[in-house]
């Protein structure tokens, strides 16, 4: 068998493979659980994020990445291999070229850690390209053309905003304000509003439920357990998404913030351009209800959801090896 070309979206939520000719082939969260007497490994991705939260003393479930960067580069690595192995299966004769994907904010000693982290799992060629180009890519824009597209690729642990022509980054922002921040949003909200204490699955499952950035048609309630800091005892009780919406207002503007940043950063013809196409929003935070409204509302610049937007980046990461590979043949032959 030849050798395949393997793109893989490196989310602080969630960790994707894409192989050309396959697709998405893995998608799993960036968990690892570890026994802190041993320093062993014990599970890696779905099996790992059930035991958060729910974890004897000496067993911890961690996210081994932090805000699109590794905070632990061993256990990154680990992870890595697992999930390239689990992707792959055992029938490659030749190591896979690998393009991962970070965010643009990564600074030059993070890109070199995924990069050898990548080679330590078993790459031929590594190339390390930013967020918001490969979710353009994966989104179907063709960024080989000098005309203006903006991206706002909102992840677990970071949004990356960028306006994209000719293939680069002309104007970009990455902060550090993303789906894991709804949550953590969620969890102090409950608690300070209704003194309720509940773990960051519920908030998930809270945000995923009746979450909203922008205000909903109608009304949603849901029901919602957690433990009572008074009683101290376990409590269920109904919250609406009014009061989420309440919840997710300073880090939805946050976003909306920083898309004005880049807006007013960017050159006149491009932004003309935006204006125009329109913005795109991809990850698996631009799901928020209501919020692709608020940035309209707040740009006036029509604002859309790509395309299956968990999985854009992975697509986008893993095509962008064919983008390399056809700009450097269409160099060397002009």
């Known amino acids: 068998m030849l050798s395949m070309d393997i793109g893989v979206d490196l ?7 894409y192989i050309k000719g396959r697709g998405v082939v893995l998608k799993e969260p960036s968990v690892v659980a570890y026994d802190r ?3 062993e490994i014990r599970e890696i991705g779905e099996e790992a994020r059930k035991m958060i939260g729910r974890t004897p003393g000496n067993i911890v479930a ?3 990445l932090r805000q699109g960067v590794i905070s632990d580069y061993d256990i990154t690595e680990e992870m890595l291999k697992y999930f390239l192995r689990k992707a792959m299966g055992r ?3 030749r190591k896979p070229r690998i393009s991962v994907c970070i965010p643009s904010g990564a600074t030059e000693v993070e890109k070199k850690a995924v990069e050898d982290a990548t080679y330590q799992a078993g790459a031929r060629e590594v190339s390390i390209i930013e967020e918001p180009i490969a979710a353009a890519i994966g989104a179907g824009i063709d960024i080989s053309k000098p005309c203006g597209n903006m991206i706002v690729d909102i992840g677990g642990g970071t949004t990356d905003i960028a306006v994209i022509s000719l293939g680069g980054t002309v104007v970009s922002t990455s902060v550090k304000v993303a789906g894991d921040n709804f949550d953590d949003a969620i969890v102090k909200y409950m608690r300070k509003k209704h003194n309720l204490l509940i773990g960051e699955r519920t908030a998930e499952e809270i945000k995923i439920s009746i979450g909203c950035a922008y205000p909903r048609p109608e009304m949603i309630t849901m029901d919602v357990r957690g433990r009572n800091l008074v009683t101290g005892l376990p409590k269920i009780m109904t919250v609406t998404s009014d009061e989420i919406l309440d919840a997710l207002k300073e880090p939805a503007m946050q976003i909306v913030e920083a898309v004005l940043n880049v807006l007013e ?3 006149p013809e491009l932004a003309s351009d935006v204006y125009e196409r329109g913005i795109v929003m991809t990850g698996g935070g631009s ?3 209501g919020l692709d409204e608020l940035i309209e509302q ?3 610049i029509n604002t859309m959801i790509a395309d299956d937007p968990m999985r854009v980046v992975a697509i986008g990461t893993g095509k962008f090896i064919e983008f390399i590979h056809s ?3 269409l160099n060397e032959n002009g």
């Open 11 to 17: 989310g602080t939520a969630s960790v994707l493979v």
């Open 37 to 39: 007497d041993t320093n």
């Open 62 to 64: 961690i996210r081994p």
């Open 91 to 93: 029938r490659t004769l």
């Open 265 to 267: 950063r960017t050159p």
């Open 287 to 289: 799901l928020l209800s």
């Open 298 to 300: 707040k740009t006036g």
């Open 327 to 329: 700009n450097r043949n």
